[in-house]
């Protein structure tokens, strides 16, 4: 057996010293080292052999956090962990307990396209392997071709249209090797809640940022903006997940998926759940009531779904454990789970053809917080998300 752990990491605004990222938000030197060290022991907390980062403005940020990160967890493991000259009988507890540095991880970092200069930062992502990468990443942002979503003919004019040439973020795919296996990984960071408003032709800022002449309705549009473009952006990750599937590659995606409540990009990015019994459902071309697919085209159809869908690792975690709830964010006052691990059926252990699964899922959801709460650490230097780490085992 094989065992190796995957965690998706938000960590907010990532940035060097006198850095505007956002206008007038940046870090003094006081606050950048308290929130390297802040990112560094959750790193070593995390102690995970594939980190998917999101919001990274800066590599070179990322890469001494990562190096503290390994000074800090070997210093620990000197003073905590028994070697040859220490006697303890019981040394495999204290080695479950080591950090593993990443001296020789790699590194892959996709930047944003859409990056600009000094208070017009624009974050992208990253992955980190222990287990190295098989080939080249790849970076999903710019569409080769646009995505052009027509509505459909639902009146004289039509249904309108939606048109996509770029992603908000960029997606990141590598490939893993892992135990004799190699397992597609992607990284994301989707358009995030918050509206999209236009600015004027004359420019200046969009009227909808005035909140002294607050418009409901404009704001409404600028929130239904931002909502399409995470739709299709999962549409877009999608469409790439389905391809490794159909070739044959097991799955795992991670990342900010910005969910809510009601979370339309997870159903999208993962597939949609088969019907109970196809069956019982009148067929696409019934020419009478009684047309019904048959008991052979409905093992045909669930297959078909069932081989392109993922499982959320959340949702495994809380069946086992019985817990009702993980949260990973803290959105406008409102706890939720917006940071997903979502992994195929290769990783389920009562499906034919299964190459492991997954053993525990662990949260560290303690720092959440949205800036009303005292007892949570600083919001701008730390997070405001949970991390989370799924922990596999692979049959070799």
């Given at each position: 057996?094989?065992?190796?752990?995957?965690?998706?990491?938000?960590?907010?605004?990532?940035?060097?010293?006198?850095?505007?990222?956002y206008?007038?938000?940046?870090?003094?030197?006081e606050?950048?080292?308290?929130?390297a060290?802040?990112?560094?022991?959750?790193?070593?907390t995390?102690?995970?052999?594939?980190?998917?980062?999101?919001?990274?403005?800066?590599?070179?940020?990322?890469?001494?956090?990562?190096?503290?990160?390994?000074?800090?967890?070997?210093?620990d493991?000197?003073a905590?962990?028994?070697?040859?000259?220490?006697?303890?009988?019981?040394?495999?507890?204290?080695?479950?307990?080591?950090?593993r540095?990443?001296?020789d991880?790699?590194?892959?970092?996709?930047p944003?396209?859409?990056?600009?200069?000094?208070?017009?930062?624009?974050?992208?992502?990253?992955?980190?392997?222990?287990?190295?990468?098989v080939g080249?990443?790849?970076?999903i942002?710019d569409?080769?071709?646009?995505?052009?979503?027509?509505?459909?003919?639902?009146?004289?004019?039509?249904?309108?249209?939606?048109?996509?040439?770029?992603l908000?973020?960029?997606?990141?795919?590598?490939?893993v090797?892992?135990g004799?296996?190699?397992?597609?990984?992607?990284n994301?960071?989707?358009?995030?809640?918050?509206g999209?408003f236009?600015?004027?032709k004359?420019?200046?800022?969009?009227?909808?940022?005035?909140?002294?002449?607050?418009?409901?309705?404009?704001?409404?549009?600028?929130?239904?903006?931002?909502?399409?473009?995470?739709?299709?952006?999962?549409?877009?990750?999608?469409?790439a997940?389905?391809?490794?599937?159909?070739a044959?590659?097991?799955?795992?995606?991670?990342?900010?998926?910005?969910?809510?409540?009601?979370a339309?990009?997870s159903?999208?990015?993962?597939g949609?759940?088969?019907?109970?019994?196809?069956?019982?459902?009148?067929?696409h071309?019934?020419?009478?009531?009684?047309?019904?697919?048959?008991?052979?085209?409905?093992?045909?159809?669930?297959?078909?779904?069932?081989?392109?869908r993922?499982?959320?690792?959340?949702?495994?975690?809380?069946?086992?454990?019985?817990?009702?709830?993980?949260?990973?964010?803290?959105?406008?006052?409102?706890y939720?789970?917006?940071?997903?691990?979502y992994?195929?059926?290769?990783?389920l252990?009562?499906?034919?053809?299964?190459?492991?699964?997954?053993?525990?899922?662990?949260?560290?959801?303690?720092?959440?917080?949205?800036?009303?709460?005292?007892?949570?650490p600083?919001?701008?230097?730390?997070?405001?998300?949970?991390?989370?780490?799924?922990?596999?085992?692979?049959?070799?």
């Amino acid at each position: 057996m094989t065992d190796f752990s995957i965690a998706s990491f938000n960590v907010k605004n990532l940035i060097g010293q006198d850095a505007e990222y956002y206008r007038f938000q940046s870090y003094t030197p006081e606050e950048y080292a308290w929130k390297a060290d802040w990112l560094a022991e959750q790193m070593q907390t995390m102690d995970a052999d594939i980190v998917g980062f999101q919001e990274i403005f800066e590599e070179s940020a990322l890469r001494d956090v990562i190096h503290q990160a390994d000074e800090e967890g070997i210093a620990d493991n000197d003073a905590h962990i028994p070697g040859p000259n220490k006697r303890y009988r019981r040394k495999a507890i204290f080695r479950k307990l080591a950090y593993r540095p990443y001296t020789d991880a790699a590194l892959a970092v996709a930047p944003n396209v859409n990056d600009g200069g000094p208070g017009q930062r624009r974050p992208g992502v990253a992955i980190l392997s222990r287990l190295g990468f098989v080939g080249e990443p790849e970076i999903i942002q710019d569409l080769a071709a646009p995505l052009d979503i027509d509505f459909g003919p639902m009146g004289p004019d039509g249904g309108g249209s939606f048109r996509l040439t770029r992603l908000s973020r960029p997606i990141l795919k590598v490939r893993v090797p892992v135990g004799g296996h190699v397992i597609t990984v992607f990284n994301c960071h989707l358009k995030s809640k918050l509206g999209e408003f236009v600015p004027p032709k004359g420019g200046g800022a969009p009227a909808e940022v005035d909140l002294t002449a607050y418009d409901p309705v404009a704001r409404a549009l600028g929130g239904l903006r931002a909502a399409l473009r995470r739709m299709a952006e999962a549409w877009v990750l999608r469409r790439a997940i389905v391809a490794e599937l159909q070739a044959g590659h097991p799955v795992m995606v991670l990342g900010d998926f910005n969910d809510g409540e009601h979370a339309v990009s997870s159903e999208i990015i993962s597939g949609e759940v088969p019907f109970k019994n196809y069956a019982w459902m009148l067929r696409h071309d019934a020419e009478t009531p009684r047309d019904r697919y048959s008991d052979a085209e409905n093992e045909q159809i669930q297959e078909d779904i069932e081989a392109v869908r993922l499982h959320s690792a959340e949702k495994q975690f809380v069946r086992k454990s019985a817990r009702d709830m993980v949260y990973t964010a803290a959105f406008g006052g409102n706890y939720e789970s917006i940071d997903q691990i979502y992994m195929s059926r290769h990783f389920l252990p009562d499906v034919k053809g299964s190459i492991g699964q997954m053993d525990y899922f662990s949260v560290l959801n303690d720092h959440l917080t949205d800036g009303s709460h005292p007892e949570a650490p600083y919001n701008k230097l730390a997070s405001d998300h949970g991390q989370i780490i799924a922990h596999m085992r692979l049959k070799d």
